[in-house]
């Protein structure tokens, strides 16, 4: 089956820092998302992408949409303390933000 | 928070035994998904609900059923229980058509002993 393939597994970084994670597919997708879960919560939707090429912010947050439609990252700038979670790639091969196939997720760590 | 409650939030059950989950959508949300989280991985489709039927599934054998009723709320039922399906169970609201966005709720931990 299609698969999204995500990297890296994890990433200790240090508060102040920038942080780069990115997603790619051996498929074409036509929707990218990228989510954050918590412990003991559902995923939390930061940026969807429904264009090949798009690059969308959300604060310190930018997701783009690869030209191939087969690959996205997310860059999150200025780390801070509360972006410590795990980070999902997700994406759709129609235009819809439903019924998606994830990446198996990025383990984030800020330090202080 | 996005207004999609699920329930219970843990549950204990034996291999063989069925469980039912339930799901509220988010108020206005039509469509419903499930989805099945193992410890470590990301989210697996199941299936999706919309009009009160199933439209659209993954890879989840036909034990895996599931209801939307008229509020648009929802039911995932597992029969013959089995180890494996031991995971986070998620539900996501959202409206059919066009670009709308899934939102999950905080999920159903079950255990399988």
């Known amino acids: 089956g299609q698969q999204l393939n995500q990297s890296p597994q994890s990433m200790f970084i240090q508060e102040g820092e920038d942080v780069s994670m990115n997603c790619t597919s051996s498929?074409?997708?036509?929707?990218w998302l990228w989510y954050k879960q918590d412990p003991g919560e559902g995923p939390v939707l930061l940026i969807a992408l429904y264009k090949a090429g798009e690059l969308t912010s959300n604060g310190r947050l930018t997701a783009q949409f690869g030209i191939t439609r087969k690959d996205s990252f997310l860059n999150i700038s200025a780390s801070i303390p509360s972006d410590v979670g795990i980070y999902f790639c997700a994406a759709n091969p129609g235009g819809s933000a439903r019924q998606l196939t994830f990446g198996s997720g990025t383990q984030l760590t800020v330090l202080p | 928070e996005t207004g999609v409650t699920q329930s219970p939030t843990h549950l204990i059950k034996t291999r063989g035994q069925q469980v039912t989950l339930r799901c509220s959508s988010q108020s206005g949300h039509n469509t419903v998904s499930w989805y099945q989280q193992a410890l470590g991985q990301g989210p697996q489709f199941i299936f999706q609900?919309?009009?009160?039927?199933?439209?659209g599934r993954g890879n989840f054998p036909p034990r895996f059923s599931g209801l939307q009723f008229p509020n648009y709320s929802s039911e995932l039922n597992v029969n013959a229980l089995e180890l494996d399906d031991s995971a986070l169970y998620l539900c996501?609201?959202?409206?059919?058509?066009?670009?709308?966005?899934?939102?999950f709720g905080q999920g159903t931990r079950l255990t399988v002993v």
């Open positions: 609900y919309y009009r009160e039927e199933e439209n």
């Open positions: 996501a609201s959202s409206l059919e058509g066009g670009h709308t966005e899934a939102f």
């Open positions: 498929s074409i997708f036509n929707t």
